[in-house]
C-alpha cells in the first residue's frame, strides 16, 4: 500500500537508466554501415545539465580525469568540453575504435550516476557519416535519451528542417539493435549539435 500512496503522493523515483543499452550501438552500427553506408565518426557527446556545488564539479572532474587514461596503443585520447546557450554542458570523447568511444561514453554517464548525478545526464550523441566522406559532415545522429533508456535517429536536412522520412525509416531498420523511443514528441531536434 505505501507504493500507490507515494505513487498518488507523486513521490514515485524515475526509472534508473539501462546505459548497457549504449553496448546495443555496436549491432547498430554494423546495421547502419551494411543496409545505409553510413560509418560512425570518431567523436561522440554527452549532454548533461551542471548542477550547483563542489560534490558534483568533483564528480564531473573524476569522469573527465579517466577520459584522460591513453588507449591501448598508448596515445591519448582527444577530449573536448563545450556548453550550449541552453546551459548545457556537452563532453565529446574522441577514439578511432567505434566500440572504444562507446566504451568512453558508458565511463561519463557512469561515473555522473554512481556519483548521484543521474538526473542531472539529458543524452548521449554519436554521429554518422556517408563512407568515404568527411568525418565533420555527420548527416545523421543515434541519441540515447538517458531518462528513459532508448535512441532515436536524428536527421538534420539543413537549416532548422529534419528529414523526418529517413528517421522514420531509420527506427525500422534499427529496431533489432537499439530501443527506439516510441514517444516520437520526446524526439528532441538537437539543432548546433557540437559533435562532428
Same mark, same amino acid.
Given at each position: 500500500m505505501p507504493r500507490i500512496f507515494d505513487v498518488i503522493m507523486g513521490r514515485t523515483k524515475p526509472a534508473q537508466a539501462?546505459?548497457?543499452?549504449?553496448? %546495443?550501438?555496436? &549491432?547498430?552500427q554494423v546495421t547502419l554501415q551494411a543496409s545505409e553506408s553510413l560509418v560512425p &565518426?570518431?567523436?561522440? &557527446?554527452v549532454c548533461y545539465k551542471p548542477a550547483a556545488g563542489k560534490p558534483f564539479s568533483e564528480a564531473a572532474a573524476e569522469a573527465e580525469a579517466l577520459l584522460d587514461l591513453p588507449e591501448e596503443d598508448g596515445t591519448k585520447p582527444a577530449v573536448r568540453q563545450v556548453s550550449d546557450?541552453? %546551459?548545457?554542458?556537452?563532453?565529446? /570523447?574522441g577514439a578511432s575504435d567505434f566500440q572504444v568511444l562507446v566504451n568512453r561514453v558508458h565511463m561519463i554517464n557512469s561515473t555522473l550516476q554512481d556519483n548521484g548525478y543521474g538526473p542531472q545526464l539529458l543524452c548521449s550523441v554519436f554521429g554518422f557519416h /556517408?563512407? %568515404?566522406?568527411?568525418? $565533420? $559532415?555527420?548527416s545523421l545522429y543515434l541519441v540515447y535519451l538517458y531518462k528513459r533508456g532508448t535512441f532515436y535517429p536524428?536527421? /538534420?536536412?539543413g537549416g532548422e528542417r529534419r528529414d523526418v522520412e529517413t528517421e522514420l525509416r531509420l527506427t525500422e531498420v534499427l529496431r533489432d539493435d537499439l530501443n527506439i523511443e516510441s514517444?516520437?514528441?520526446?524526439?528532441?531536434?538537437?539543432? %548546433?549539435?557540437p559533435v562532428s
Amino acid at each position: 500500500m505505501p507504493r500507490i500512496f507515494d505513487v498518488i503522493m507523486g513521490r514515485t523515483k524515475p526509472a534508473q537508466a539501462n546505459l548497457d543499452a549504449l553496448f %546495443g550501438l555496436a &549491432g547498430a552500427q554494423v546495421t547502419l554501415q551494411a543496409s545505409e553506408s553510413l560509418v560512425p &565518426g570518431s567523436e561522440a &557527446g554527452v549532454c548533461y545539465k551542471p548542477a550547483a556545488g563542489k560534490p558534483f564539479s568533483e564528480a564531473a572532474a573524476e569522469a573527465e580525469a579517466l577520459l584522460d587514461l591513453p588507449e591501448e596503443d598508448g596515445t591519448k585520447p582527444a577530449v573536448r568540453q563545450v556548453s550550449d546557450k541552453y %546551459g548545457y554542458h556537452w563532453v565529446l /570523447p574522441g577514439a578511432s575504435d567505434f566500440q572504444v568511444l562507446v566504451n568512453r561514453v558508458h565511463m561519463i554517464n557512469s561515473t555522473l550516476q554512481d556519483n548521484g548525478y543521474g538526473p542531472q545526464l539529458l543524452c548521449s550523441v554519436f554521429g554518422f557519416h /556517408p563512407e %568515404g566522406a568527411a568525418q $565533420s $559532415s555527420s548527416s545523421l545522429y543515434l541519441v540515447y535519451l538517458y531518462k528513459r533508456g532508448t535512441f532515436y535517429p536524428f536527421a /538534420p536536412a539543413g537549416g532548422e528542417r529534419r528529414d523526418v522520412e529517413t528517421e522514420l525509416r531509420l527506427t525500422e531498420v534499427l529496431r533489432d539493435d537499439l530501443n527506439i523511443e516510441s514517444d516520437k514528441e520526446r524526439w528532441m531536434a538537437l539543432w %548546433g549539435l557540437p559533435v562532428s
